[in-house]
């Protein structure tokens, strides 16, 4: 760590470009350490040097997402409006998708604004907003990102979508009917998912805790198997079932839907995503990305006993 502050403070005497190329990788390991002071100073000389460019932006747009993780929500909103804001100028002549670092900024933009409002209580402002960036970029790479948000505000109490696939590894998982006054847990997975893996053991340790509970894992294809490397349809599915009966050891027997309809109809754009059905059938908890053990159990507590 030490060598990186060294590292940072020799890329701020640094004159040429070449020597701002981690702009990024600075501003994040200085909020790391929960250092604004630093970070803003490695902005500033990158931005004396080289402008406002996609890399700044992205930069800029960690302010915004480290200061949401601190609870500062006005200084998140700060942040993320003036990463908005600069970014317009390159719109005009560039796409959102022509560069990831600018799809990367903008969508974090949106994504910590409507965070930031939601934890202020204004849920309704902060779903406003993130319909109005949809109506803008609906067709762009951060739509995705844009649905993830949404469904985090608007899921919770709704009644829980059916699940429908042509193929399935395992039994076809029970209609909303059969399941009625069943508990239910949605496992969102991906074949090439470390995270996804990681979430397989506290799953099976729940599933033996939690008897009730009926887990479902749906899945998809991505066009490619093992290495990137593209694949035919029929291929794939079959190592998406090795990686399933290697990885997932204990949660084998479950329904495991295969299609892209399950993901589209509950946003679930990251992996692992987890979502809790209540014995009504209504979407009690959605949560993108890992769970901790300690934390899914309480969610499951709550649940059953809530």
């Not at 601190?70 to 002549?93: C, D, G």
């Not at 099976?204 to 093992?226: D, N, V």
């Not at 399933?244 to 949660?251: A, T």
């Not at 754009?269 to 901790?292: C, E, F, N, Q």
């Amino acid at each position: 760590m030490l060598r990186k502050t060294v590292l940072f403070l020799v890329s701020l005497a640094c004159l040429s470009a070449t020597c701002f190329a981690g702009i990024i990788d600075d501003v994040r390991t200085s909020l790391a350490q929960q250092n604004f002071s630093a970070a803003e100073s490695a902005l500033n000389a990158y931005k004396s040097k080289s402008g406002i460019t996609p890399e700044y932006l992205e930069a800029l747009s960690w302010m915004g997402r480290a200061a949401l993780s601190m609870q500062q929500y006005s200084q998140a909103s700060t942040y993320a409006r003036q990463t908005q804001t600069l970014a317009v100028p390159l719109l005009k002549k560039k796409s959102v998708d022509a560069d990831e670092h600018l799809a990367t900024a903008i969508g974090a933009a949106f994504e910590v604004q409507a965070q930031a409002l939601a934890g202020q209580g204004q849920k309704a402002q902060a779903t406003a907003l993130l319909r109005q960036a949809l109506a803008s970029y609906g067709n762009t790479s951060i739509a995705n990102r844009l649905h993830k948000n949404l469904n985090l505000l608007t899921l919770v109490g709704r009644p829980a979508p059916a699940l429908k696939a042509t193929e399935y590894l395992g039994a076809v998982p029970a209609s909303p009917a059969q399941l009625k006054g069943t508990p239910q847990l949605l496992f969102f997975w991906a074949h090439w998912c470390v995270d996804c893996k990681g979430e397989g053991p506290i799953l099976a340790r729940l599933r033996s805790e939690f008897k009730e509970l009926a887990i479902t894992a749906p899945t998809q294809r991505y066009g490619y198997a093992e290495r990137g490397e593209e694949t035919t349809p029929q291929a794939e599915l079959a190592y998406i079932k090795n990686v399933w009966q290697q990885y997932y050891p204990g949660l084998q027997g479950i329904s495991v839907p295969v299609g892209k309809t399950n993901f589209t109809v509950y946003g679930s754009s990251t992996t692992p995503t987890i979502v809790l059905i209540d014995r009504s059938g209504k979407i009690a908890y959605y949560h993108p990305g890992a769970v901790a053990y300690e934390d899914l159990r309480a969610a499951i507590e709550q649940l059953l006993h809530g």
